[in-house]
């Protein structure tokens, strides 16, 4: 009997600094621990602390080298561990798994605790599934774990057009707040019809100046007197 393992390619970095360091390598295919499952990825998410870990940069330090870059993933159930009965073989799936620590999302293959997962909706794409865990996570947590948001907030949502500003436009007011959006004139529709119930285009006003009883802001172009973005983004 052979006791070869299998193998799968993955984009792996062995070396902290630049984009150079990141190869296209076989390496062995992870195994299922007791509640996890093998996800065959379909698609991955590029967000950019993908960026900033590869130049060394990760969260906390919690990564080592070699690395296989990749958080947001979409894709297959293809094997399902011990213990674990929440999906079966066949499952489509997505998620955010292990953050900040090493999850191996580019690759063909990734071994996930499958509490970190949820099923795929059957009306969005894998593409669309990957891309989001890390901004959806991310919106639903300022708003609703920090900001505590509920009906009658009045929301700022400075970005409102980016990755995740248009979802926290949607979150907010899914919890039943009033959304004001900032974002550039040619996104006012599309955030519009996210459900916004005002929008300002940071390139004419001054923000400050239009809104001065916002119950929450969340603030996502970052920066000060010195960015241009500081006002908007996206």
């Not at 007011?173 to 916004?196: D, N, Q």
Request: glycine share 10%; aromatic share 6%.
């Amino acid at each position: 009997m052979s006791t070869q393992k299998a193998t799968m390619l993955a984009i792996l970095q062995n070396e902290w600094g630049s984009l150079d360091n990141v190869k296209l390598t076989q390496v062995p295919r992870p195994e299922p621990l007791p509640t996890e499952v093998l996800v065959r990825v379909k698609a991955v998410g590029v967000n950019p602390i993908d960026y900033h870990t590869a130049f060394g940069r990760g969260y906390m330090n919690a990564l080592t080298l070699p690395h296989i870059p990749g958080w947001d993933i979409s894709g297959v159930v293809e094997e399902v561990g011990f213990g674990t009965n929440r999906f079966k073989v066949g499952d489509q799936v997505f998620g955010f798994p292990r953050f900040p620590r090493a999850a191996g999302g580019y690759a063909e293959y990734i071994a996930v605790p499958s509490r970190q997962l949820a099923l795929k909706p059957a009306n969005i794409s894998f593409e669309q599934a990957a891309a989001l865990p890390v901004s959806g996570l991310t919106a639903l947590q300022m708003l609703a774990d920090v900001a505590q948001v509920g009906p009658g907030a009045k929301v700022l949502v400075n970005g409102a057009a980016g990755g995740v500003g248009h979802l926290a436009v949607q979150i907010a007011k899914s919890l039943g707040a009033y959304v004001i959006a900032v974002a550039r004139k040619e996104k006012h529709e599309f955030v519009k019809r996210l459900g916004a119930d005002q929008v300002i285009d940071y390139t004419t006003s001054v923000v400050t100046d239009e809104v001065r009883d916002a119950d929450v802001v969340i603030e996502l172009a970052g920066g000060g007197d010195n960015n241009p973005d500081a006002q908007g983004a996206a």
